[in-house]
């Protein structure tokens, strides 16, 4: 066995990190990036492709260097850390799994991703859908043999900014129905948008298409599997950030309870609190394991995929809580203000738990993979 | 031995609930219990739409004796008035001057203060801030650093306050100072009265992390405070501070604001789907609802057992910082099931939707919009009044002989 990072891994942490710490000084620097027009920096995105740091999160196969699980997961980690806000996930994981994973892989898309030239949103996500990868109220319809889009697409991360959006629509059946559904790729200069803030900073978008014409990707069982993929790479994804976010919010509580001085003496020195701080060491430590065990078999088959996937963001889910509540709490009044970092990683933390399935939404898919 | 136990209230109890209920439904403007109902910013004019009010029934004071223009209630009343205003979804009473400073003055301040502050009081014509916390001085309230120099004829008082909440509607706010440097921390500690208009003192807004302004820093620099401001004896304020701090809090475990959030809950999992399907109906989640209505039935009586034997003349000893602990617990566990119950619906964040009038369409439900915010912001209620951790240690030291 080996759990160490090979040598071009641990470069590509290093210079990232650099990088990322290089533009994200500060929290005030976020939400400089957060205010922009587009809720994020193009000028950092711009620079992001010209390091290759998108390209590390695309395979080799598609035009990249990078795209295995560790690489995701790397990359993530060090997202969490900085609290990036800009599109890596909506476009350089979501969307190029999408159009990696199609029957015919669009490499032209992929390339023009990695290259920072062209932002892809996926639109999966509905107002009544949840979580669920088959949930699919949006409909497309055959016409003079162009395909017809109608309906609402919600949470789509980035959606005012991108040029092209992927869709998942129903093209027949039932809402509920595992098959009948298409994935599509439309112009988004069509649609009709409201953008707004999420409450942990990041730009999303609310889509309505009406009769928008749109290019068929793919459709029934092989459209599923890409929801399922893209959905599974965005949570190993969003574990990873979560677990960047984790150490930092450790850190940070840490240098407090050694600074800061009550009843004479730091409060760090108080038994009861160090309990605590162990508790969150110890759990931060099952969650790496779990991101490292999830990324370790990103690219096996798909049922060890997405079982591992989901025990690493059920225990993200649940960790996250602790480590944002507990994260506040022994800081006491400080980490409720706009001004001090920490509040940002800790409600950063506590919602994604609220994007690609929450801590429930794994369970349950741990508990029907797990005993399949 | 048998004991038999009555868990009902008397008709005398229920009949004062109606007329507290008919006069709320009479008096409390729809527009003003809407603005609260949807978590909008209120004004400094909201609150005392709904004070003034009060003041003209004879019940703002409602923790006062009856000769000092209070309403005489026992502690059951009190607690159904509570239990009705926040039913009714009215303002807060804001509790500085009413709630806090009154009970002080009524029983150490002199006839002067009382004659001069307490109608004032009554008429809402001061807005009263606490001046406690202070950067350096949170859980450990007694190694507070604002000091006030003897002068004669007054006190120079410089030194900094912090979480005051409101502080920026105030007109004047109680201060506790330092006026013994020498004495150990909690002897040296005088109660002030200070008038937020002399000059020296500086009001700065604190941003919370829902972007919303509610506390506030609040700084002196050489601010001169006339000698006949300071309540009770020189250096006995730490005394004062504490009675102030313990004084009768029966709503401390927030015993309505649960219970509505509850019901909140149940409807907006009615609502929520999950595969197609109310999501009341996952077994696992409405069994998370169950176990939190469980701990809600269970603290409601322990509230009660302790309201009542107050009514009876006990004072509430460890049992109040029980309540404080338990209470705040299951009110943050109401805000996390509530965003739990959203699923992705809790991230929207429209900052412009807390403002009056407000009118445009919301993303998603009308009810999902401040479900995160809610959530984040009331992560403040087991740090403020005495952190949990603190709670904890007063019950350890006072009960066990450890």
Redesign the interface.
């Known amino acids: 066995m080996d759990f160490t990072l090979s040598e071009e891994r641990k470069m590509l942490q290093e210079t990232v990190g650099k990088f990322f710490n290089s533009n994200y000084k500060n929290i005030e620097k976020r939400s400089e990036n957060v205010n922009l027009p587009e809720g994020y920096s193009k000028e950092f995105w711009k620079e992001s492709s010209d390091l290759g740091v998108i390209s590390a999160l695309v395979s080799p196969k598609f035009g990249g260097l990078g795209g295995s699980g560790e690489d995701i997961s790397i990359i993530f980690e060090l997202v969490g850390k900085s609290l990036c806000v800009e599109p890596f996930l909506s476009s350089a994981v979501l969307s190029s799994t999408v159009l990696s994973s199609i029957s015919n892989p669009r490499n032209d898309l992929i390339t023009d991703i990695i290259e920072g030239n062209l932002l892809i949103s996926f639109a999966h996500?509905e107002?009544?859908?949840?979580?669920?990868d088959h949930?699919i109220e949006t409909n497309a319809y055959l016409k003079n043999d162009e395909w017809n889009i109608n309906g609402t697409k919600?949470?789509v991360m980035n959606g005012d900014d991108a040029s092209k959006i992927i869709v998942s629509a129903r093209i027949n059946g039932d809402?509920?129905d595992r098959n009948g559904i298409g994935l599509f790729l439309i112009d988004n200069d069509q649609t009709l948008k409201?953008p707004?803030?999420?409450?942990?900073g990041y730009r999303?978008t609310?889509l309505t298409f009406k009769d928008l014409k749109g290019e068929l990707l793919a459709k029934d069982e092989n459209a599923l599997k890409c929801i399922i993929k893209a959905n599974s790479a965005g949570a190993l994804a969003l574990s990873a950030e979560a677990l960047g976010i984790m150490q930092i919010c450790f850190d940070l509580t840490l240098d407090y309870l050694k600074t800061r001085?009550?009843?004479?003496k730091s409060?760090g020195a108080f038994q009861?609190?160090q309990h605590r701080m162990v508790d969150m060491m110890l759990e931060i430590e099952q969650v790496k394991s779990a991101v490292m065990l999830a990324s370790s078999t990103f690219e096996t088959d798909d049922l060890t995929r997405d079982k591992n996937i989901s025990a690493a963001k059920n225990l993200v889910g649940r960790v996250g809580?602790l480590i944002a509540?507990e994260t506040?709490?022994l800081h006491?009044?400080i980490?409720?203000?706009?001004?001090y970092s920490a509040?940002?990683y800790?409600?950063r933390l506590?919602?994604i738990?609220?994007?690609m399935g929450?801590s429930?939404y794994h369970r349950d898919r741990f508990k029907l993979l797990s005993n399949s | 031995m048998v004991i038999k136990m009555n868990f009902e209230y008397s008709e005398k109890d229920e009949n004062f609930r109606k007329e507290v209920k008919d006069w709320l439904d009479e008096t409390l403007p729809k527009s003003l219990s809407e603005k609260v109902k949807k978590y909008q910013r209120l004004t400094k004019e909201d609150y005392e739409i709904f004070m003034n009010n009060l003041t003209a029934k004879g019940w703002l004071a409602w923790h006062w004796p009856k000769e000092y223009g209070g309403t005489g209630w026992n502690a059951i009343e009190k607690h159904i008035f509570e239990e009705e205003i926040i039913k009714a979804s009215a303002p807060r009473i804001v509790p500085f001057g009413v709630n806090m400073l009154g009970p002080v003055l009524i029983e150490f301040g002199t006839e002067e203060q009382k004659n001069y502050y307490l109608p004032r009081i009554l008429s809402n014509e001061d807005w009263w801030a606490q001046g406690y916390?202070e950067p350096?001085?949170?859980?450990?309230l007694a190694?507070l650093k604002t000091t006030a120099v003897d002068k004669g004829d007054h006190y120079l008082v410089n030194g900094q306050k912090?979480?005051t909440t409101l502080g920026h509607h105030a007109d004047k706010i109680f201060c506790l100072v330092k006026t013994d440097l020498n004495a150990k921390p909690q002897l040296g500690i005088s109660f002030l009265l200070i008038d937020m208009d002399t000059p020296g003192v500086e009001v700065k807004p604190?941003?919370?992390?829902?972007?919303e302004h509610e506390v506030n820093e609040v700084w002196f620099t050489n601010v001169k405070v006339p000698k006949k401001n300071i309540v009770g004896k020189e250096n006995e304020g730490w005394t004062y501070a504490k009675y102030l701090l313990t004084f009768e809090r029966t709503g401390i475990a927030g015993v309505p604001y649960s219970k509505s959030a509850l019901n909140h809950l149940k409807m907006i999992s009615k609502r929520?789907?999950?595969?197609?399907k109310p999501l009341i109906e996952?077994p696992?989640?409405s069994s998370e609802i169950a176990e939190l209505e469980i701990d809600l039935l269970a603290m409601e009586i322990f509230n009660l057992r302790t309201v009542s034997a107050a009514a009876e003349g006990k004072a509430p000893g460890m049992e109040s910082s029980l309540l404080k602990i338990k209470g705040t617990l299951v009110r943050q566990k109401t805000t996390?099931l509530l965003?739990?119950a959203?699923?992705?619906?809790?991230?929207?964040?429209?900052p412009e939707q807390f403002d009056e009038g407000w009118n445009e369409m919301p993303?998603?439900p009308s009810y999902a919009g401040p479900i995160?915010?809610q959530?984040?912001n009331m992560?403040?209620i087991?740090?403020?009044g005495g952190?949990?951790?603190i709670q904890?240690n007063i019950v350890a030291k006072a009960s066990f002989g450890l």
């Open positions: 996500c107002m009544n859908n949840r979580y669920e949930y919600s949470f809402v509920n409201r707004y803030n999420t409450i942990d999303s609310e001085k009550q009843f004479g409060i009861s609190i809580k509540e506040i709490q006491g009044g980490a409720m203000t706009w001004e509040a940002h800790a409600k506590i919602m738990d609220h994007l929450d429930d | 916390s350096g001085a949170g859980s450990d190694s912090t979480w604190i941003i919370t992390l829902d972007g929520s789907l999950k595969n197609g996952d696992i989640f996390e965003r739990k959203l699923g992705p619906q809790a991230l929207p964040y429209l993303v998603g995160a915010k959530y984040f992560r403040k087991s740090i403020y952190s949990n951790e904890k």
